[in-house]
């Protein structure tokens, strides 16, 4: 789901708290209004460096405590804080009072910078710096952005230093302004700073507010068409712009990395947003085809049939499912990669945009909380077909766990057009690769009993364009793992698929086996490698997805 919101504010990036506020539509203006004051109320206690369940933000805005595990689920303040505040400028447009109706004046964004004396973008900066504003109903009849005079006064009581030094810009002279520039060219002369550091190093010496500072010198090179600073912009290595990913994958904030890596927000977002786009263009999107798709992408169905969380929150694994749920699972499981692949297409033609990229991996997202949902609703199958296909000595639970993945590929493979059960089609796949295994390792266990001349006589004829082969693919998923898996995903698929520099492979750990180094659960540890499977699914070539689980 998705909001179009101002051109100077994100749209909600959460999906349950954009849910959330679909929610709100149907309910009474009152009820509107009481959490409109409560979603402003969250806001001013909000610490941007902390983590949130959505059960608390939920919670806090309607006063009931929602079901699902989603609801466990934590976001980041600073995106919390993003989202709320776009949360209530729409929740708002749907109550939208008239100003006649507000005690004391609500000035729209040009009338309070015009009262100021600062740009418009001076007062959208503090917007997300906690200045609250909603949508009003003016008395030309038109809905826009206000402010009251009640939240600006409490702004302006709590960001004093702020708002005189915004003001101080526009007071100015000339021979100040002369001298900011004067300080950027001789640093710039110099070329010991680039223009970030410098802007705050004239910022400090004058007194002047760093935007104060910033917006004269873009205006002087406007005016002028010259620049002050010609820096040559230094590329990041590979590395660091792994490294770069893997921070703000774990939370790291813009800001954070701007001063790690010594570039601009821009510059990081760039970055960031190219590194999403090669994941998503490395791997391969596979599903089912279907006539329907394209019907349905032209009506604009694709919003609707994502809206899926409320259908899978009726659903129960306990229980089963029915065929006609089996069925809607699947096609909306294959619609969601069909939308991913259609739009990642379009993609390799023209330039990426960060908002198509997020709605990508959103779609992509969905279908593998469709996945997980049915592996969990067919556990009892995998459980049932490795307990009858278990030789003496064997584990139950690595024949489990080697079932989940016949599981994950039969998925990929069912065509629920056809109208047969998944559960038959799955019984006869799953059967099949156990079947396939168990023949494999007889093989291998005549090959070792051959003795060491004849092995490596082998060796020494086997083809090696087919090694070279094998070794760049090995490579290649060697490095996916690296950059998708966090340190505890990498270890167990390490461990239990037994990847090693070993020419011969060897006997990968049992789960039980991981769960003690680990100091988990069995179970737990099957979890936490279904998830990472999952991960690696969509970024690996059936070749390469297949080398590792072979």
Known sequence: MSFKGDSSLADISNKHIAGLLNQMRFATESQKSKQLDA???????????????????????????????????????????????????????????????????????????????????????????????RKYLFADGK?????????????????????????????????????????A???????????????????????????????????YEDQ?????????????????????????????SATDLMKKFGK???????????????????????????????????????????????????LSITTGLTRAQEMELFRRYNFLKYCASTALDKMREVKSRSSVIKEIERWLEQAGRIQKFIIEANQGLVVSIASKHSP???????????????????????????????????????????ARKAGAEAKIEKAVSDDMENVQKNLRISDASGAAVLEKAKRSLEQVIRENLDEREQYIIRQHFALSDSVIRK?????KHIGEQLNLSKERVRQIELEALAKLRHCLSEEEFGMLTA
Request: one cysteine or more; charged letters at 30%; glycine letters at 8%.
């Open 143 to 183: 809905k826009r952005l206000g402010f009251s005079q009640a939240s600006w006064a409490e702004f302006e009581n709590g960001n004093r230093d702020t708002v005189d030094r915004a003001k101080g810009f526009s007071q100015l002279n000339e021979q100040q302004r002369g001298e900011i520039i004067s300080a």
């Open 224 to 252: 002028s068409g010259r620049k002050i600073f010609q820096n040559v912009r230094t590329r990041l290595g590979a590395k660091d712009c792994v490294l770069l990913y893997k921070s703000y994958a774990s939370g790291a």
């Open 507 to 511: 006997k990968g750990a049992s789960l």
């Open 264 to 314: 601009s927000k821009s510059a990081i977002y760039r970055i960031i947003n190219q590194k999403r786009l090669r994941d998503l263009l490395s791997g391969k999107i596979e599903f089912i085809p279907s006539d329907e798709f394209k019907a349905l992408a032209e009506n604009s169905e694709t919003a609707k049939i994502q809206e899926f969380d409320n259908y899978l929150g009726g």
């Open 392 to 434: 003496a000595g064997a584990s139950v639970a690595d024949l489990v766990s080697e079932g989940n993945l016949s599981l994950m590929r039969a998925m990929e493979k069912f065509d629920y057009g056809r109208g047969y059960r998944f559960s038959t089609y799955a019984t006869w796949a799953i059967a099949k690769d156990f």
């Open 39 to 133: 979603a402003e109320g969250l806001l001013k206690l909000l610490d941007e460096d902390r983590e949130y369940p959505l059960e608390f933000v939920c919670y806090h805005i309607t006063g009931f405590r929602p079901k699902g595990e989603w609801a466990q689920d934590t976001i980041h303040g600073n995106d919390l804080i993003n989202d709320l505040r776009e949360f209530v400028t729409r929740l708002s447009e749907l109550v939208c009072r008239d100003v006649s109706e507000v005690d004391g004046k609500v000035y729209s964004i040009n009338e309070l910078a015009e009262k100021l004396g600062v740009a418009t973008k001076t007062i959208n900066r503090w917007r997300k710096r906690g200045l609250m504003s």
């Open 185 to 219: 060219r001789a640093i710039a002369a110099k070329g010991e700073m680039r223009r970030r550091t410098a802007i705050d190093d004239i910022a400090k010496r004058t007194g002047r507010a760093r935007e104060t500072v910033r917006y004269t010198l873009i205006n």
